[in-house]
């Protein structure tokens, strides 16, 4: 079980992640979603160690790692792939081959692994090949092979399809839950694709402003609250305003729970203060009878339906489409 | 203008003549610049990675040192050094003053910020991702060093190509502390200074050739390892 606890990570002063607890178990695939600078590439930073957070510890199997010998042992335990990743000077061979230089595999083995990943990630004809020859995506599913041939107990990924095209993103979703089913590993994914992140992970954790969000991930807006004395207030995302009951002003983070969100063809007599219609962008089928619908309401919105009801309304990607909300549906924090 | 073809004619000359005492400036000109350097650049090249990577306490402080010596006048580090190795400076006893390894040690004291604020310079220049790659994939921290400093070799390189052409340039300590006695301490560029002012430009000048000479196949060796190794990047 490899654990953030307590942390409290600040870059110069300001605060970047705020955890008290953030708990990876052995064997689990977790996505961490969020929008860009919600912290998601420091939290997987400080659990593969490279850098200390600036309060609070981590913990493998429940002892904090504590100085240079440890950190380095955990190192070999747990792997990041960045973003970005880079490559090493010399071919895409040399670069797999590095961790497992340093852990001293023997040559065959060494041959055995390398071939093997190369083989599942679809990258055996890149292996020859250095780094100035490559695309974005080749140097990213060529970083993913070298971490995934040092077989770690924790892969850690940070946004691993950016460079991707679909193909190549379900082919590396794929050989990971391949690498699950063979042996006991766990991930954590940082993405921005939620489809992603439902479909090849067991746990979705939402993050924002260096904070958990205690809702689901969809739907979550960087607002500036106005000030004001009355509760009901109006607040711009995307080109519609959506209104919202909090008493709060200023920098906050608005969560329109998918589950809340109502859907029709038409725009219905309610109460609902939030009422704004589009079209469908695509319609997810993540679970078995639940459906994730996708539209443009003037911003991006996503909301929860059963199959049925998707039915029923007629909905298909391109059609017209109504979500409705109540005010005191949208959380604020 | 005659006695500048004059000059580079005897110079051409005495190049191709093998004469001794040229030859003898040439080869301990050569002795003290390779021993500098590899005394400078096996402190400098390190410290400057620890200036680029490693959070210390003063460690901004330290950067401005080296960067400042990086422009300490030749000269006055000759004088300080000449104290230090004079009969009644701290180092007296070792009897160092007028040999060449005084010259080399000046030689030393030169280049090292040289090696450390230009290797500091070249470490940080490399991406960052680098080195928490490495880290990440279970390097420790001598493997990780090593995985930065091969990134950055060819401005590693340079750094050692810099220094090197700064200590066998350098007049200042040399002719202070190693008093260009004939011979023993003379070096190149201590002789062109001695032959100029006594009118013997023809042997100034193929000295001073010899210099370019010098610095010019350092050069050319970088230009060679530096193709080679973008073919191999």
Not at chain 1, 235 to 253: M, N, Q
Not at chain 2, 98 to 125: F, K
Request: proline share 4%; aromatic share 6%; net charge positive.
């Amino acid at each position: 079980m490899l654990e953030l606890v307590g942390v409290r990570h600040r870059y110069a002063d300001r605060l970047v992640l705020d955890l008290d607890r953030f708990a990876l178990p052995p064997g689990a695939a977790v996505a961490i979603v969020g929008p860009n600078g919600s912290g998601k590439s420091t939290l997987l930073r400080l659990l593969a160690l490279l850098e200390r957070p600036s309060e609070g510890e981590v913990r493998l199997d429940g002892a904090a790692v504590i100085g240079g010998r440890a950190r380095t042992a955990l190192r070999r335990r747990v792997t990041l792939v960045e973003q970005r990743p880079v490559l090493f000077r010399g071919t895409v061979r040399e670069n797999l081959e590095f961790g497992l230089g340093l852990r001293r595999i023997r040559r065959t083995d060494v041959n055995r692994r390398v071939e093997s990943v190369a083989a599942r990630l679809a990258i055996t004809a890149l292996l020859g090949r250095r780094r100035h020859e490559l695309s974005d995506g080749e140097v990213q599913r060529a970083a993913v092979a070298r971490a995934l041939v040092l077989e770690p107990d924790v892969l850690l990924l940070d946004e691993p399809t950016s460079s991707a095209d679909r193909a190549a993103a379900q082919a590396l979703y794929r050989t990971l839950a391949e690498e699950r089913a063979r042996r006991p590993l766990a991930v954590c994914l940082a993405s921005h694709q939620l489809e992603d992140a439902y479909r090849w992970t067991d746990d979705v954790r939402a993050l924002a402003e260096g904070r958990l969000a205690p809702v689901t991930p969809e739907n979550l807006f960087r607002v500036e609250l106005p000030a004001g004395g009355e509760d009901l207030k109006r607040v711009c995302v995307g080109s519609v305003e959506v209104a919202v009951t909090s008493d709060k002003t200023g920098p906050a983070i608005l969560a329109v729970p998918a589950t809340d969100i109502f859907v029709s063809r038409e725009p219905l007599a309610s109460s609902a203060r939030n009422v704004f219609s589009g079209r469908v962008i695509r319609l997810s089928h993540q679970r078995p009878g639940v459906v994730h619908i996708t539209a443009d309401v003037g911003v991006e919105l996503v909301a929860v339906v059963t199959e049925a009801a998707v039915r029923d309304l007629g909905l298909t990607p391109g059609g017209p489409v109504v979500f409705s909300f109540k005010a005191s549906a949208v959380r604020v924090f | 203008m005659d006695f500048l073809a004059e000059g580079f004619r005897r110079a051409v000359a005495l190049l191709f003549s093998g004469d001794a005492e040229v030859y003898g400036i040439a080869v301990l000109t050569l002795k003290i610049g390779f021993l500098a350097t590899l005394v400078a650049c096996a402190v400098g090249l390190p410290a400057g990675f620890l200036l680029a990577t490693r959070p210390f306490w003063g460690r901004r402080a330290a950067l401005t040192v080296v960067n400042t010596a990086l422009a300490f006048p030749t000269v006055v580090v000759g004088l300080l050094l000449y104290g230090v190795l004079s009969r009644r400076g701290p180092l007296g006893g070792m009897e160092w003053l007028y040999t060449w390894q005084a010259i080399a040690l000046g030689d030393v004291l030169l280049a090292l910020p040289i090696a450390a604020a230009l290797a500091a310079a070249a470490v940080q220049g490399v991406d960052p991702r680098i080195r928490r790659t490495a880290e990440t994939l279970g390097a420790g921290r001598w493997r990780t060093a090593w995985t930065v400093a091969r990134e950055a070799r060819f401005a590693l390189a340079a750094v050692i190509t810099t220094a090197f052409g700064h200590i066998v340039a350098e007049i200042g300590s040399a002719m202070t502390v190693g008093g260009n006695i004939r011979g023993q301490t003379r070096t190149l560029t201590t002789a062109v200074a001695l032959y100029t002012s006594q009118g013997d430009f023809g042997l100034a000048l193929a000295l001073g050739l010899i210099l370019l000479l010098l610095a010019l196949l350092v050069n050319v060796a970088l230009q060679v390892l530096q193709g080679r190794g973008e073919s191999h990047a």
